[in-house]
């Protein structure tokens, strides 16, 4: 199976789940699968100071900045299937 089609069936099957993962591994999914579909942070950071969420999000991407999309998709498959178990 090719990365591509991995990746869309690691999509589905964090919506699965059996338990629900920590933030922390939210932040981790959220923004690999941000950065293997659309690469580096192309949006400005929220500029509502409580905004929590979508500050976390947006720093969660941030840090990803530079990685290649291939290289996002093959850890979100990784990591999706760890918490598969």
Known sequence: MELNQQFEKAIADSKNLAAKPDNE????LYSLY???TEGDVNTEAPTNPFDFVGKAKYQAWETLKGKAKEA????YVALVEKLKG
Not at 72 to 75: I, R
């Open 34 to 36: 941000k950065q293997g």
């Open 25 to 28: 591994t939210l932040l981790q």
């Open 72 to 75: 996002a998709m093959g850890e």
